[in-house]
């Protein structure tokens, strides 16, 4: 199967595509539109659209041939309401901020692609809003790594009927993000999720993006424990549609697959995964292994330092250590001293500044951090929580590196170059130390069958591209034959003599803050 035509034309530059980015508007495929539609436009007479765009669900509206429903929508962009296609009698479009200036009524039927603006393009004012939004509806506040959409989520369903039903199409990140528990106990605690809809990557709504869009289907009306999860396979097809406007009850189709799923269980695993039962594995990763995230430094462009900066700053190199940051400098399965030298010809950063330990400061050392006062580093969100601020976070050098972003190039690293990884890899510290094991957990963690199983405790992105964060990565499960393959279980003698088939992992990797007991 070729890939997903796209029906949005991206730009190529960079900055055309910040200015994208930044607005969050990629626009919904008719095919996607048009299911989405076919479940709120059931016993109203007026469907809203929040973010309305260039018009997406109006026209799926159109094509119900449904003319005593009519069609509400705002953006904040007036240059979509421009669009010809809202000339008409049924509609009403108008220029508003549906976050800070909603409408001052409730509907019956909500649909909408809101904008997709990650929480770092999010200003320090309009994050103190948000946050009282979400106190205010939900009586909790989101996590500050929430993206602008989750509140248009929690604004929409703020404005639902009793009995009414909303429609969003939203990122994985909606329901498996860090700030997603708190949010789904006050939606699953207060409406009725009636269905969940994901796409294989060959049926992406958004081709070229790097996010695993999903539909949610809800319904102001008393919480359910089961619902509809679909996935979609084929992008265009109108299986989707048929069974949406059946009111679910058809079951039977080519292009989608459809599970009776408990509410609980999929809030747990994440809705962008099948259901998951990992009792049929013995072994996870975290029998075998710990992990941990990399270094984050709150400031890579002061902290990662160049060769050349390095010899610039005369910065000492007692105050140094070898570092890697980015996946595309680490391109194959071993890292090597050679690999990172190539990376320091490239101008490449791989000196991570570390003043730890250090009471007194050679001169270039105390200028440079007036340097990093100037830039304003002290105040910025994680760096004012060290003490003091040019702290860096500690961490042994992990025997391997697990590359967790990256597209179609997910694979766990061996790190004979001994380098500290930053934020874009996890830290693997293998339970034995000597060179046999870490060679053969390196081998097995890199099988297929292994590498299948991310799958499982991974989120996915449109790309293809995979992210595991480190509190799912310790529950990889390894298949029992690649535990025998590649001889991970090692008998031991416990302190009265018994026998045991693998011991429990031990602690010697844990950072020197924890080793301190702090």
């Known amino acids: ?39 709120v436009s059931e016993n109203t007479d007026l469907v809203f659209d929040p973010a309305t765009g260039r018009g997406a669900f109006y026209q799926a509206l159109l094509k119900l041939n449904k003319p005593k429903v009519s069609f509400f ?29 909603p409408p001052q009524r409730k509907f019956k039927a909500i649909v909408a692609n809101p904008p997709y603006i990650r ?11 948000l946050k009282q939004l979400s106190m205010s509806i939900t009586g909790d506040t989101i996590d500050g790594r929430a993206g602008y959409h989750i509140y248009f989520l929690i604004q929409a369903l703020n404005l639902l009927e009793q009995n009414g039903r909303l429609s969003f199409i939203m990122p994985a990140d909606t329901c498996e993000g860090k700030f997603a528990k708190n949010l789904w106990k006050w939606i699953s605690g207060k409406f009725c999720i009636e269905g969940v809809i994901t796409f294989d990557e060959m049926a992406t ?30 992008a265009y097809s109108t299986d989707l549609f048929n069974f949406i406007s059946s009111n679910f009850k058809q079951q039977k189709f080519e292009t989608i697959e459809i599970i009776d799923r408990q509410l609980k269980e999929g809030i747990s695993t994440g809705f962008s995964r099948p259901e998951q039962n990992h009792n049929g594995f013995k072994f996870h990763m975290n029998d075998f292994a710990n992990v941990m995230r990399g270094i984050a430094t709150g400031s890579n462009e002061f902290f990662f330092l160049t060769a050349q900066q390095v010899k610039e700053l005369q910065i000492p190199k007692e105050f140094l250590k070898r570092a890697v940051g980015r996946t595309k400098d680490a391109t194959e399965s071993i890292l090597t001293a050679k690999d990172v030298e190539e990376l320091e010809k490239e101008n490449r950063p791989t000196y991570l500044l570390s003043i730890n330990g250090h009471d007194k400061f050679p001169e270039a050392i105390s200028n440079y951090l007036k340097v990093g006062e100037e830039m304003g580093l002290p105040s910025r969100s994680l760096i004012q929580q ?6 860096m976070e500690k961490r042994a050098v992990p025997p391997l590196l697990f590359a967790y972003l990256g597209r179609r190039n997910t694979r766990f690293i061996k790190n004979e170059a001994g380098v500290l990884p930053l934020t874009g890899f996890l830290c693997v510290y293998p339970i034995y130390d000597d060179k046999e094991f870490i060679d053969n957990l390196w081998q097995a963690l890199n099988h297929p069958d292994t ?68």
């Open 1 to 39: 199967m070729g890939k997903v035509k796209s029906h949005q034309k991206l730009p190529t530059q960079w900055n055309e595509r910040e200015i994208l980015r930044e607005k969050g508007q990629f626009w919904t495929p008719s095919w996607v539109a048009d299911a989405m539609v076919a479940y």
């Open 73 to 101: 929508g705002t953006d904040v962009d007036p240059e979509v309401l421009e669009d010809e296609i809202y000339n008409r009698k049924n509609c009403f479009v108008e220029e508003r901020d549906f976050i800070k200036n």
């Open 119 to 129: 929480h770092h393009r999010i200003g320090e004012e309009t994050k103190i809003l």
């Open 205 to 234: 709504p958004f081709p070229n993006v790097d996010t695993n869009a999903m539909v949610f289907l809800i319904k102001n009306s008393k919480p359910i424990k089961t619902l509809y999860w679909v996935k979609a396979n084929k």
């Open 386 to 391: 060290r003490k003091p601020w040019y702290k």
């Open 451 to 518: 590498m299948e199983n991310l799958k499982l405790v991974g989120k996915s992105y449109g790309s293809g591209a995979i992210k595991v964060e480190p509190g799912n990565l310790n529950k990889l499960p390894i298949p029992e034959h690649i535990v025998a393959l590649f001889n991970l279980k090692r008998p031991y003698k416990t302190a009265d003599g018994q026998l045991e088939i693998f011991r429990e992992p031990k602690t010697k990797y844990l950072t020197n803050e924890k080793k301190n007991g702090r």
